[in-house]
């Protein structure tokens, strides 16, 4: 069985890296869509993040163009969170499943599921709902339990480490300019 796994950050990954090829998965292949970040530099510094664990922990992660112009035309005039965050969120999951559908993947998953500032429960559904609409598989694994985990490894390998969520909206919302 081929897994594509959704990967938001270096860190995030870490843990659901380990978790999902000790199970039952032939192959598993990182997806790293998030026309979300911004600014661009940022995207730049999570991408290379990633590309470092990816050595490290030997497996291999796909690549797509950085497009954040999808990210702001999906969620135009709805930049008040939580409305926000779901339209990012099926945006990513849904670019996902269709990549994984047309590539022969057999499930997706995301790194979305490790983090306890996500609504947890929202991802699932959004994930369950565009695998019906595209005829595909989700994995659903509760990564929860591996966060800390997750964050102190990329803490020890002195891993990039971002502060927000990646988006604009949410980068003001934590520094609060007045």
Same mark, same amino acid.
């Given at each position: 069985?081929?897994?594509?796994?959704?990967?938001?950050?270096?860190?995030? *990954?870490?843990?659901?890296?380990?978790?999902?090829?000790?199970?039952?998965?032939?192959?598993?292949?990182?997806?790293?869509?998030?026309?979300?970040?911004?600014?661009?530099?940022?995207?730049?510094?999570?991408?290379?993040?990633?590309?470092?664990?990816?050595?490290?922990?030997?497996?291999?992660?796909?690549?797509?163009?950085?497009?954040?112009?999808?990210?702001?035309?999906?969620?135009?005039?709805?930049?008040?969170?939580?409305?926000?965050?779901?339209?990012?969120?099926?945006?990513?999951?849904?670019?996902?499943?269709?990549?994984?559908?047309?590539?022969?993947?057999? *499930?997706?998953?995301?790194?979305?599921?490790?983090?306890?500032?996500?609504?947890? *429960?929202?991802?699932?559904?959004?994930?369950?709902?565009?695998?019906?609409?595209?005829?595909?598989?989700?994995?659903?694994?509760?990564?929860?339990?591996?966060?800390?985990?997750?964050?102190?490894? *990329?803490?020890?390998?002195?891993?990039?480490?971002?502060?927000?969520?990646?988006?604009?909206?949410?980068?003001?919302?934590?520094?609060?300019?007045?």
């Amino acid at each position: 069985m081929r897994l594509l796994l959704h990967i938001c950050c270096g860190p995030c *990954a870490l843990y659901p890296i380990k978790e999902l090829t000790n199970n039952e998965f032939e192959e598993v292949v990182g997806y790293y869509y998030n026309p979300n970040i911004h600014p661009p530099s940022e995207y730049k510094k999570r991408r290379n993040a990633l590309h470092d664990a990816e050595k490290k922990l030997g497996f291999n992660v796909i690549y797509p163009s950085y497009n954040m112009e999808e990210y702001f035309r999906k969620v135009a005039l709805k930049e008040g969170s939580p409305e926000r965050c779901r339209l990012c969120w099926e945006l990513r999951l849904r670019e996902t499943a269709r990549f994984a559908k047309e590539n022969k993947f057999n *499930a997706f998953t995301t790194t979305l599921l490790i983090s306890p500032y996500q609504d947890h *429960a929202v991802i699932k559904e959004l994930a369950e709902n565009i695998a019906k609409d595209e005829d595909m598989e989700f994995y659903y694994m509760d990564f929860r339990k591996g966060f800390r985990a997750s964050q102190e490894d *990329a803490k020890k390998s002195d891993m990039y480490r971002q502060k927000y969520c990646g988006c604009v909206f949410s980068e003001l919302e934590r520094v609060k300019i007045k």
